[in-house]
């Protein structure tokens, strides 16, 4: 059964900082890796997605991911954060058949001004 | 254009009775899928709809919880007798295609449930 580990319940980062989120997961074959961002209040919104060539994935506010096979990891990076990147952070993975995804329990960030 | 829309956007019900939470997904889109979060199981997968195909419902706790999805289109979850273990913001997203896609699915705001 596929699973998705986020070691990081709360994550403090002060605005400007860099920002890591950590991601394990498992799956017994190539996954399909999403990060969703859920800021109060709203529904789901996608990040990045990964399926397969340049392990370095680019997506949407300035955010951007690296799959590490070796690892089992997909951890989600930004350079430098903003204050309206406060909100919770999922990662997921899916299977081609079917595509249901299996969340991380998330990951809440606090930006501290 | 318009994303998926969820109604009501708040429910608060009775320990006991039965509730109906409406999803229309994106138009055009074929596959859609209800989740669930709450604080004790955090989000999971619920059901999952593909164009004709008999759904997946391997994700539904009890056989208490059944959807439908009617036309292709609007999909209503139905939750007969509810508990207070219920009680969690259900979620429902659409993607242009499922199966070995992978699309992006998107999500609705979803509807916040309250069993007393």
């Known amino acids: 059964a596929q699973s998705v580990t986020q070691p990081d319940i709360h994550i403090t980062v002060s605005e400007g900082a860099s920002l890591e989120l950590r991601c394990n997961y498992s799956y017994g074959a190539t996954p399909y890796l999403f990060w969703y961002v859920q800021s109060p209040g709203q529904g789901l919104q996608l990040l990045l997605k990964?399926?397969?060539?340049?392990?370095l994935v680019q997506g949407i506010k300035g955010f951007e991911a690296e799959f590490k096979r070796s690892q089992s990891s997909f951890n989600l990076r930004k350079p430098s954060v903003h204050w309206s990147d406060a909100a919770e952070y999922f990662c997921?993975?899916?299977?081609?058949?079917?595509?249901?995804?299996?969340f991380g329990g998330g990951t809440r960030v606090l930006v501290k001004p | 254009g318009a994303g998926v829309s969820q109604s009501p956007s708040n429910k608060v019900t009775e320990k006991g009775k039965d509730v109906e939470l409406r999803c229309d997904p994106i138009?055009?889109?074929?596959?859609l899928y209800w989740y669930r979060q709450s604080l004790g199981q955090g989000l999971e997968f619920l059901i999952y709809f593909q164009g004709n195909s008999a759904p997946d419902k391997s994700g539904l706790p009890s056989d208490r919880f059944s959807a439908e999805r009617t036309g292709g289109s609007v999909s209503t979850l139905t939750i007969q007798r509810t508990q207070q273990e219920d009680s969690a913001v259900y979620l429902c997203a659409s993607s242009r295609r499922g199966g070995r896609s992978a699309d992006t699915q998107y999500f609705g705001p979803g509807t916040r449930l309250t069993v007393l």
């Open positions: 138009s055009g889109h074929t596959a």
């Open positions: 997921a993975v899916g299977k081609a058949a079917g595509n249901k995804l299996t």
């Open positions: 990964y399926f397969s060539g340049d392990t």
